[in-house]
């Protein structure tokens, strides 16, 4: 008997280490998913933290610039007002691009301006924000509407130079503002429109339009000499071609070079080789001048070495559509950027 009970006291010894080991197996597999669940769950929200800062970082804006051809209220001495039929092309030309930056000349007064504004927002674009600058052309203007406000705004309304021991004004002035795309990314932008290739009594006009364009660089080198990898824009009508003197003092060279986008038509043609130059023969004049019954390209969009990292190449054109004509004899030019330093 006493054995009897020793072998069972044996078996009991024997069985209890089992019967624990089996407990302490099913609570290290429980912690075992629960740690891998654990891990699952921080991979998940890892990889959608990650996918949203990536569409956050690929968040783009488009910034368009457009000579919309005396949009006057009324007819003035010199200028005839703008029709209603113009006005809705003008509109329609503008919803096609849908805009968050908008750059304008030949805008005519404030009222004309936010007339503009707010008959777009009627049609769906609302670009609250704006700035009018004016010059001593009392007529037509240069301005800018956004969807983004303005953190400063840099009017320069009297700019002055000598030509010919006499003092000349940019007509028009330069409009710069800092523009607030998004809580982590902001840009400069400049809007000019250069003295008309028409001939007047008082002076050159080529020579006229280099002592502008000269005015307007200084400008540029300013904001890049003190921060060389800004942000910035430079665009609008600058009334010649992009190999003329006035251009090229514009564009500038070495590290502070401006960067043309260079938008063209998107029904783009085939490639060429020309030799060591590789080339699209694609459509990019922006401008009719019915003088001479000639197309160029006179108005630029032009980035900073810097801004010119965000630029998005293949969402950078020139608006075509049916009787374009109608709203102005200038064409809009629009470029794409991403809203992040790269």
């Known amino acids: 008997m006493e054995l009897h009970r020793g072998v069972l006291g044996r078996r009991r010894h024997i069985l209890a280490p089992n019967t624990f080991s089996l407990s302490r197996r099913k609570r290290f597999v429980s912690r075992r998913l629960g740690a891998l669940l654990g891990i699952f769950r921080i991979s998940y929200f890892f990889s959608v933290g990650f996918l949203t800062a990536s569409t956050s970082a690929a968040e783009t804006f488009r ?44 805008i005519g007064s404030s009222n004309a301006l936010l007339e503009l504004r707010d008959s777009l927002k009627t049609v769906g674009l609302d670009l609250p924000y704006w700035e009018h600058v004016t010059g001593p052309d009392t007529n037509i203007h240069v ?25 000349f004004y940019v007509s028009r002035g330069f409009a710069e503002v800092d523009v607030q795309a998004s809580p982590r990314y902001s840009f ?40 060389p990898d800004a942000n910035l824009i430079v665009l609008g009508d600058f009334n010649d071609t992009k190999d003329s003197a006035s251009t090229k003092v514009i564009v500038g060279r070495g590290k502070h070079k401006l960067v043309d986008t260079r938008p063209a038509e998107q029904n783009r043609g085939e490639g060429f080789d020309f030799g060591s130059l590789q080339t699209l023969r694609t459509v990019t004049w922006t401008h009719y001048y019915a003088t001479e019954d000639t197309y160029s390209r006179i108005d630029y969009l032009l980035v900073s070495q810097g801004m010119s990292r965000e630029w998005v190449t293949n969402q950078t054109y020139i608006l075509t559509m049916p009787d374009w004509g109608l709203a102005s004899d200038h064409r809009a030019l629009v470029a794409t950027f991403e809203a992040e330093d790269k």
């Open 63 to 106: 910034v368009a610039t457009y000579n919309v051809e005396g949009y006057l209220e009324a007819p003035t001495r010199t200028r005839p007002g703008k029709s209603a039929e113009s006005k809705a092309k003008v509109r329609e030309s503008i919803l096609a691009v849908q805009p968050d930056v908008l750059a304008l000349q030949e």
């Open 188 to 227: 400069t932008l400049i809007t000019a429109h250069l003295k008309s290739r028409r001939r007047v009594p008082q002076a050159d006009e080529a020579e006229f339009r280099l002592e502008e364009a000269r005015l307007l660089r200084e400008k540029i080198d300013l904001i890049i000499g003190a921060a």
């Open 143 to 167: 301005s800018v509407l956004s969807r983004f406000p303005f953190s400063a705004r840099r009017p320069h309304t009297n700019e002055s130079f000598l030509l010919g021991g006499r003092r």
